[in-house]
């Protein structure tokens, strides 16, 4: 199933902005160990390491995040990004991404890529997707009214094997971070979300993990 497109009114010149963030998962919720996973591709993944890993660790000592990158050759099935995995409670989760894709959209603009900066593909689990569609969609009607952003899932493909589906989020930082707040809130409620994933990397084949 794929969910409308509905881009913000912001110019994609417009500097980041921190998120407004209008509402809270409930305490409980928030203090519980979850993940968020992106993709992102090898040139990217290296400017987010850093040199020597200055760069990610001085990331997950902001946010208190663990965030974790798949090899270069440990791509997402069908595409050729690598993955990043995001780990932590609500918070620390949330800071880290902003962090993240911070970084993504100064590279891109150093780069004159105004495509490039536009889309932001988070993976989400086939069991999951349903909790942020909503009965006929009513859940991803209300994210992009609430945050503007372009945001669709990918068809479930039965035949791939995998078990996971990308949500893609277009739209400027403060849109496209706004979106993920309301999903990941969404998400941490879900039952069939799971707190913890180990590894970047989850899929058959797969080689020992990345440590940054």
């Known amino acids: 199933m794929e969910s409308p497109e509905l881009h913000g009114d912001s110019s994609p010149e417009d500097p980041p902005r921190r998120s407004q963030r209008p509402r809270s998962p409930i305490l409980d919720d928030k203090e519980k160990h979850t993940h968020v996973r992106l993709l992102v591709s090898n040139a990217m993944a290296g400017s987010i390491i850093g040199k020597g890993g200055s760069t990610i ?45 911070e970084k993504m959209l100064s590279e891109v603009e150093d780069g004159n890529d105004v495509e490039g900066r ?28 609430e945050s503007r952003a372009g945001i669709k899932i990918s068809p479930q493909d039965d035949n791939s094997g995998l078990n996971d589906r990308l949500v893609t989020l277009a739209g400027s930082f403060e849109e496209q971070m706004h979106a993920i707040f309301l999903i990941l809130s969404k998400l941490i409620e879900d039952p069939h979300y799971p707190q913890k994933v180990n590894s970047p990397f989850t899929y058959s084949g797969a080689y020992p993990i990345y440590f940054c």
């Open 57 to 101: 660790n001085d990331f997950q000592t902001q946010s208190a995040a663990r965030i974790q990158l798949s090899r270069n050759h440990e791509i997402f099935p069908g595409t050729s990004d690598r993955i990043i995995l995001v780990s932590g409670t609500f918070d620390e989760v949330l800071k880290a991404t902003e962090l993240i894709l």
């Open 118 to 145: 536009t889309k932001v593909k988070l993976i989400v689990p086939n069991s999951s997707c349903g909790a942020i569609i909503g009965k006929g969609g009513s859940t991803i009607k209300s994210f992009i009214e």
